[in-house]
């Protein structure tokens, strides 16, 4: 139970984190922001094709950034389906595309979407596979990383503070 509850902080830091790198493009100021009210409805269509080449890295950034909120998903509905795991992941990554635009603070683009909630189900799929592995250690092995993870960011985050200070 206290595993749950270390679960669920960790999970509000990293939608924090999140939050910061998805919607405010990684700013500390709103002058910051791009002022785009763009949607793409064709995956892997025009918003990834920078200069005629796809841009992978967007791609593959979208990807691994909600690969963890998978992981966070698999550990705190550990005994639900694998199906019933990913609406939450498709939900969020919607709820951001939405976000962007009303907001008019970034293209809103199906690719995103999916590579979101691709990036996801590996990451339930990754916690589904570290606790065939460690068994009951799972979750606490976790929380540690998450958590040693969690103070890597905000000590980052503090240092480009400073740095602009």
């Not at 669920?8 to 405010?24: E, G, M, N, T």
């Not at 550990?78 to 919607?94: C, N, R, T, V, Y």
Request: hydrophobic content about 60%; proline content about 3%.
């Amino acid at each position: 139970m206290e595993s749950k509850k270390i679960t669920k902080c960790l999970l509000v830091v990293y939608l924090f984190a999140l939050i910061w790198i998805v919607i405010f493009k990684l700013q500390f100021s709103f002058d910051g922001l791009p002022h785009i009210r763009n949607v793409n409805l064709i995956p892997f269509g025009d918003s990834t094709i920078t200069n005629g080449t796809i841009d992978f890295d967007e791609i593959i950034g979208n990807l691994l950034a909600f690969i963890p909120f998978g992981i966070f998903i698999g550990m705190l509905l550990e005994g639900k389906s694998f199906i019933m795991k990913i609406p939450p992941i498709f939900f969020a990554s919607l709820i951001f595309e939405v976000i962007q635009l009303v907001f008019s603070i970034g293209a809103s683009d199906i690719t995103d979407l999916l590579m979101n909630t691709v990036g996801g189900v590996i990451g339930i799929a990754l916690f589904l596979a570290l606790s065939k592995i460690m068994k009951n250690k799972t979750i606490k092995i976790l929380n540690i990383i998450c958590l040693v993870g969690a103070i890597l960011l905000f000590s980052f985050i503090g240092l480009i503070l400073l740095a602009n200070l």
